[in-house]
């Protein structure tokens, strides 16, 4: 069986190589947030605002 290669990108460069709001996204904020990323952080991997990331993680606790 071969080895698999390396992924060309971070996973922190593919979040934010992304300009659509996807549920994955939405995931992928919530268990950085909850593994103590600050918001700050997370709105910078995304390329948008701290309000915004609450306001996913406020959706995300909605639908939950």
């Known amino acids: 069986m071969g080895r698999l ?3 060309s990108k971070s996973p922190k460069t593919r979040l ?4 659509e709001n996807t549920p994955t996204q939405r995931l992928v904020a919530a268990i ?3 593994n103590d990323i600050m918001r700050t952080e ?4 995304h390329d948008t605002g701290r309000r ?5 993680l406020d959706r995300l606790v909605e639908t939950a």
Request: glycine share 6%.
């Open 52 to 56: 915004t990331i609450h306001s996913r």
């Open 32 to 34: 950085a947030y909850k």
């Open 16 to 19: 934010t190589t992304s300009t």
């Open 5 to 7: 290669e390396s992924p």
């Open 42 to 45: 997370l709105a910078g991997w």
